[in-house]
């Protein structure tokens, strides 16, 4: 078999004609970027559905990325056919001019029903036509001349008009890919030679030509991601210029599939307009006259209502100049339509942003800022349909609280693991060039490409680097910019569980599993050094929701929020520090009680017994279980400063009320806590474990004879109280833990099938009793916490995991011996018995009544108070203890400023 001639090449395509449509629209219309969808409906209809559509018929939507049409503002349209149905162009062209057709239109085809034809255009000379068959065709001539031309002209820029739709992607992370679009000039004309004439031993002779060097240098690439689908990925929708090189390995058969490509295009969806490229010299025009829109989208901008309300403003604020004075520049338009405007000079204002950054703003004169504005405005509306869901600055009805809410529902869905960051210097930092290439992607050719170049290089020319703060367009060019990068996470298989939320610069990931966390970072990360960006590193956090992180003035923790407000913070803090001696912490347990106002006062009634408590001696009120708190209780608390925290009778934390000038310390308050714990955590550790196994010693004494197990306990306090390592105390603690639990074997082995302290599944009913014990302990210990305005997830003796409140867990461990000795109670009076608990693959199950009995008991003992029993007393003054001298910690002294070395 013998290559391919470049006259086999042409056959299919000699004879064509392109016909482009122009209309009027009859009432106001929208758009999304891509045209396609809607053109290709209408114009199958105008065809009449005839076969093989696809086959002989492709349209040129040359208005793409245009999206507002008002009432009397053009359309224009391009349909190329075939040689072998160029029949269709007057069935379209009588159909089109027909009014009786257009009412027959269903509501499908509303880009019909809202538009009356005016003018019809040769699709090679653009020049105006009467009939379809005054058209000129792609002939022998035509492709012979084009071809001379670029036999004789090895560079060409190449830009893409319209999207281009491929299965696999020619973007990797280092650029774009150069063989792929190539491939597909081959692809494209094989498969009209099989559609065509059912020559399909031309794919054999065409193959057999050897593929050319592609020296291709891509300048820029973008995907329109309105074409992303799950039949195309991650490729719907690519945008892209560059400089292609015509070497000697470049055949004459070569170029003419170049040149049959720039003409019908390349990619899935070529009879729907897509991947459709343009081939230019550098000064020179477009290889093929491509057809403008009917009007430039910079007309559309000046002109639309926006502009003239900025006309408007502008006016008011110079009453020496009447609207039409101040825009006689640029509303004729003459010096923008020609290119030929230059902006007029601005100033740079060097400010302090809120980091004490000296940072450049730009401001300009009066007539180009009313350009400015206008254009931004326009360009808010354009440009919506391309922000992602999760993007939320400079968009008109989103803002920081939109941002808020959306962060605190992925969170309440599981999403647990953060990152957090920003963009370091984000506008200075974007290239000028790349924003230039971005405007010529979305918007090849038209005048605002050339207006923005003109802004920009006005603002280079005064050393403004990237994009100039201060200016209205810039907030709008860097969301454009970023956008994609939204986009990257929504598209991408492996990230399909990480949720990217953007407001501006500033950016937080969060994901289900860790895993797939460090992957979405990873890429974040190549896309940002892929776009010469990087993340500020002083500003990035990562870890689990439980350890919280703070985002737009609000500060996230484990499914709580709240808005942080600095200057009342610390109102708030030195009021509390100066009264600290004279506020108290109510905790009100046990039997329901009437908590009610007067004069003046609080008032809590609990069994006929009154006691009053002047607002300003209180801290906070801490409810356990249901007791009836009046409304205006809750009004004059939060009048008061005094937060009210509410626990269920078990100690399980339930929420708070404040008012809204209270921002809830616990969150504003876990570094300064954190630092205390970091700072004095070996001598903590050291006194909770201490007292742990004193509590152990004090249940062992009046139950056991062995004086040698009492004087082990005695010996590892006094070795706890001395230990200089977390991993030797953990150790001693376990030792004494063993000693308790080999005399708990010893009693209940046998009637109770007690060996061994183990956690989950209880494995025998003491197990089953301890662990429903220390869950309720530990509950009370959080909500106590919490009360005192303290983080229960900050880390002191045990280590952070999942959703564990550590400092919680810490603090209850000087109480367990509570739930121990609530066991040997109930068991000793036998108001708990084996025959209470059902045994289960799934562990030892204790029974309603049983577990009512046990949880009854242990809040007996925790919250009755009397002259031997003082337990919650005493648990509320350790965490006050606590809080004291954090307080004390993280607030100046007066002295030498230096922070106390000793703890209370």
């Known amino acids: 078999m013998s290559k ?38 209408f114009v199958v209809t105008l065809a009449q559905r005839p076969d093989n559509f696809s086959d002989v018929v492709m349209i040129d939507a040359i208005e793409n990325g245009h999206s507002e049409y008002q009432k009397g503002m053009r359309y224009r349209f391009g349909v190329t056919v075939f040689s072998r149905a160029v029949h269709l162009l007057k069935v379209m062209a009588r159909n089109i001019k027909s009014s009786e057709f257009i009412a027959t239109l269903s509501d499908k085809h509303q880009l019909g029903r809202h538009t009356r034809f005016t003018n019809m255009f040769d699709g090679i000379t653009l020049q105006p036509i009467a ?110 210029l560059g400089w292609l090189l015509l070497d000697d390995s470049w055949h004459d058969q070569h170029r003419l599939l170049l040149l049959l490509a720039s003409l019908f295009g390349i990619g899935a969806g070529v009879a729907r307009g897509h991947g459709q490229f343009a081939l230019y010299e550098e000064g020179v025009e477009p290889l093929f006259n491509r057809m403008r829109p009917a009007s430039s989208m910079l007309e559309k ?61 730009t401001t300009t004169h009066a007539l180009n800022s009313a350009l400015l504005s206008g254009v931004q405005a326009g360009m808010s509306t354009q440009f ?62 038209d005048p605002l490409q050339f207006l923005f170049a003109d802004w920009l290089s006005a603002c280079e020319e005064k050393g403004i680097e990237g994009l100039p703060l201060g200016l209205p367009f810039s907030p709008v060019l860097c969301n454009l910019f970023l956008s994609e990068l939204d986009f990257t996470f929504t598209h991408s298989e492996n990230l399909k569980d990480v949720k990217l939320l953007r407001f501006a610069d ?29 993340l500020n590193p002083q500003k990035s956090a990562q870890g689990h929701i439980n350890k919280g992180f703070e985002f737009l003035g609000w500060r996230f923790i484990d499914g709580y929020s709240v808005k942080q407000d600095k200057s009342a913070e610390r109102v708030v803090n030195t009021s509390t520090q100066n009264a600290r001696q004279a506020k108290q912490v109510i905790v009100i347990a046990g039997m329901p009680t009437q908590v009610k106002v007067e004069n003046g006062k609080l008032v809590v009634q609990q069994q006929g017994v009154s006691q009053s408590y002047p607002w300003h001696s209180l801290e906070a009120i801490l409810c356990i279980g249901n007791h009836n708190v009046t409304l205006p209780v809750i009004k004059q608390a939060m009048l008061k400063k005094v937060p009210i925290h509410l626990s269920d009778q078990f100690g399980n934390y339930q929420g708070s009320c404040c008012g809204h000038f209270q921002q809830h310390q616990a969150l504003a308050n876990v570094t300064q806590l954190q630092s205390y714990l970091t700072a004095h955590k070996q001598t903590l550790a050291n006194r909770i474990v201490a007292k742990r196994i004193h509590t152990i010693y004090d249940t062992l004494r009046r139950r056991v004879d062995d004086k040698t197990q009492l004087k082990a306990l005695l010996n590892l306090k006094a070795k706890a109280e001395q230990t200089q390592s977390l991993e030797s105390l953990r150790g001693v603690e376990g030792a ?54 303290l983080w229960p997830y900050a880390e002191l003796y045990h280590t952070a995991g ?34 209470d608990f059902n045994l289960t693959p799934q562990g030892a199950e204790l029974s309603s009544e049983g577990r009512k009995t046990f949880l009854r008991e242990l809040s007996k003992k925790l919250y009755t108070q009397n002259d031997q029993n003082v337990i919650l007393q005493n648990m509320i003054n350790d965490i006050d203890s606590l809080y004291r001298n954090v307080k004390k910690y993280t607030q100046p002294q007066i002295q030498f400023g230096k922070p106390p070395t000793e703890i209370d």
């Open 4 to 41: 391919i001639t470049c006259e086999q090449l042409l056959a299919p395509f000699v004879g064509a004609k392109k016909i482009i449509f122009e209309l009027e629209f009859t009432k106001a219309f929208t758009f999304d970027f891509s045209h396609h969808e809607k053109l290709r409906g």
């Open 802 to 835: 999942g959703e564990h409140a550590c400092l919680a867990s810490d603090y209850m461990e000087m109480y367990r011996a509570e739930v121990e000795r609530t066991v040997l109670t109930v068991i000793n009076r036998r108001q708990i018995t084996p025959d």
């Open 736 to 789: 004494a833990a063993k000693i308790l639990f080999q005399q708990f074997k010893n009693w209940f082995a046998d009637d109770w099938h007690f060996t061994a302290r183990k956690k989950r599944p209880a494995p025998d009913p003491i197990n089953a009793m301890l662990s429903l014990g220390y869950t309720q302990l530990y509950a009370l210990t959080d909500s106590i916490l919490r009360t005192f305005s």
């Open 506 to 534: 500033d950016i937080v990931l969060l994901a289900k599993i860790p895993q797939t966390l460090e992957r979405a970072i990873t890429t974040l990360h190549a896309w940002l050094a892929n776009n010469h960006l990087s």
């Open 301 to 361: 901008l000046m002109f639309n209502p926006a502009m003239q309300r900025h006309a408007q403003n502008y006016a008011e604020k110079l009453p020496h100049l009447a609207p039409e004075v101040l825009f006689e520049d640029f509303t004729h338009a003459q010096t923008i339509w020609s290119q030929c405007h230059w902006p007029l000079p601005s100033v740079s204002v060097y400010e302090r942003d809120t980091g004490n950054k000296l940072r450049t703003f």
């Open 384 to 445: 919506k349909q391309f922000w992602h869901p999760d993007s939320f600055a400079y968009q008109a009805g989103k803002s920081r609280h939109n941002t808020h809410d959306r962060v605190q529902a992925l969170i309440n869905a599981e999403h647990h693991y953060f990152y957090k960051s920003d963009i370091k210097s984000c506008f200075e930092s974007i290239s000028k060039s790349m924003i230039t290439q971005l405007i010529a992607l979305y918007f090849p050719g």
């Open 131 to 240: 009939r379809p068959e005054l058209a000129s065709a792609f002939n022998m001539a035509f492709y012979s001349q084009k071809l001379e031309h670029l036999k004789h002209t090895p560079q060409w820029g190449i830009q893409f008009v319209t999207p281009l739709l491929l299965t696999e992607p020619f973007r990797c992370e280092q650029g774009l890919e150069t063989a792929l679009p190539f491939e597909r000039l081959w692809e494209a004309v094989i498969n009209r030679f099989a559609h065509q004439d059912k020559q399909l031993i031309m794919r054999e002779a065409l193959e057999l030509l050897p593929k050319p060097t592609a020296l291709l240098q891509w300048q820029s690439s973008r995907y329109v991601h309105l074409f992303y689908s799950k039949h195309r990925k991650p490729c719907g929708g690519q945008l892209a």
